[in-house]
């Protein structure tokens, strides 16, 4: 079982024991993320994650990275939306060290002026890079048309313009901010003393004070036709992204969505593969993804595509949305993506760092956490019509939203004209 223990400054520990591991996962958890920042600072949260690596009081970055490698262990992070996280994963004799480190970095990072313009090089070539792959950078323009002129329309990363422009005051600012106590979650997932590594944190942690707690601006979903960003590139292959808005974190029809997506091209077995790749030969790769936030979310279908058929490969994709629109699901693909929602999900909890991850951003986000338990209960209780209500809810006529990127500037109007579901 989950035990969770509030701090009277508002920081949050929430750990699982799981005693036949011989590792164990730690994260620190903050409520802070790209929808905390604003045009101007565009990239903050990031651009102060990595470095959080560069050295703390107690720990040079040599000395940081050493550390947890010279055990066997690994240290990383990621910011996003709206949280960023510290995390290792190291032998579970380990454990007190590993906490000393992660808890050093967010407390006491040196941040010097030095490294701040270094990763500021870093940071800028990271950027190129993405647009570079547009795999990757296709998602941005989608962005783009999800949410014109908002924050959560911009990269996590920032741009040129906003990460040129902070500076290292920026930064410590930020980071008296936002690195406050009720916006910290501890989570720890493996083979440990609950007990020992609760004193450990409220040693560490309980001088903090307790400040706000972070909020950000709620996203507006303003288009009123469909909508289609086409970037011209000489690439061997196009690349889509077409993006629908969908439900919150917390959404009834949350776990019908998770098998929609499954059902439509969360695996090899799914109605869009088959009839994309392997019926059509129209692509390579094809698939579905969901993205929650608080207050909004995403249903993606992504795809490479042969540049000569990117309008069949639409049609079909198309075709596909529509139909099970107004068509119940089949028993037997309802039941194959149940079984394969929740095998996934127990494999994924025989792993420390999965169930730490699970835990810690439930807990910093939702600040409550699910047992397995109860997700098979909330699951077994979805019926084949609940499917069918969230697709109609998420694949409106006028919902689509699509960025491509490829050799197709002269079939802009052909493509757009293609963008309504019957």
């Known amino acids: 079982m989950y035990k969770k223990v509030n701090f009277s400054n508002g920081l949050r ?13 730690l994260g620190i958890w903050l409520k802070v993320g790209g929808r905390n920042e604003n045009s101007q600072n565009k990239g903050i949260s990031h651009y102060l994650e990595h470095l959080l690596f560069k050295g703390s009081k107690k720990y040079s970055c040599r000395k940081l990275k050493e550390s947890i490698e010279g055990v066997g262990g690994m240290l990383n992070g990621f910011t996003s939306e709206e949280v960023t996280c510290y995390m290792v994963k190291l032998p579970h004799q380990h454990l007190e060290s590993g906490l000393d480190i992660l808890s050093d970095m967010v407390i006491n990072p040196l941040i010097p002026e030095d490294e701040v313009e ?5 940071i800028l070539e990271e950027l190129k890079m993405y647009k570079d792959l547009p795999q990757s950078y296709v998602y941005d323009l989608l962005d783009e048309l999800l949410w014109p002129n908002q924050i959560m329309g911009m990269s996590v990363i920032g741009s040129v313009e906003s990460v040129s422009a902070i500076k290292k005051a920026d930064l410590d600012n930020y980071k008296n901010c936002h690195y406050t106590a009720p916006n910290i979650v501890i989570s720890s997932a493996g083979l440990f003393n609950e007990e020992k590594l609760v004193k450990q944190a409220e040693q560490i942690f309980g001088g903090l004070a307790n400040d706000k707690l972070n909020t950000f ?21 196009t690349h889509i992204a077409m993006g629908f808005h969908s ?9 019908a969505q998770a098998l929609l997506h499954i059902i439509l091209g969360g695996n090899m077995s799914s109605r869009l ?5 392997e019926n059509k030969g129209l ?13 909004t979310g995403v249903f993606l279908v992504h795809a490479g595509i042969d540049n000569n058929k990117v309008t069949d490969a639409l049609a079909v994709i198309l075709e596909e949305l529509g139909k099970i629109k107004y068509e119940l699901v089949t028993h037997d693909e309802f039941k194959r993506a149940k079984e394969f929602y929740l ?14 991850l699970w835990i810690g951003e439930t807990t910093v986000t939702l600040d409550k956490t699910y047992t397995l338990k109860e997700i098979i209960k909330e699951v077994n209780r979805v019926k084949r019509a609940d499917i069918q209500e969230t697709s109609r809810l998420v694949f409106g006529e006028n919902k689509i939203n699509l960025s491509v990127i490829g050799p197709l500037q002269e079939r802009e109007g052909q493509i757009y004209s293609m963008l309504q579901l019957r």
Do not use: C, W
Request: neutral net charge.
């Open 13 to 25: 520990v929430i750990t699982h024991r799981m005693p036949k591991m011989q590792s164990v996962s």
């Open 118 to 122: 270094k990763e500021r090089t870093v």
């Open 217 to 237: 601006s709620a996203a507006t979903e303003t288009a009123v036709r469909p909508q289609l960003k086409l970037l011209h590139k000489e690439t061997e292959q």
């Open 247 to 255: 439900f919150p974190r917390e959404h009834a029809l949350r776990h």
């Open 273 to 277: 593969f088959n009839e994309v790749r």
């Open 283 to 295: 692509a390579y790769e094809i698939g579905t993804q969901i993205k929650r936030f608080a207050d």
């Open 343 to 356: 095998g996934q999900l127990e494999l994924a909890l025989e792993d420390t760092m999965d169930n730490m």
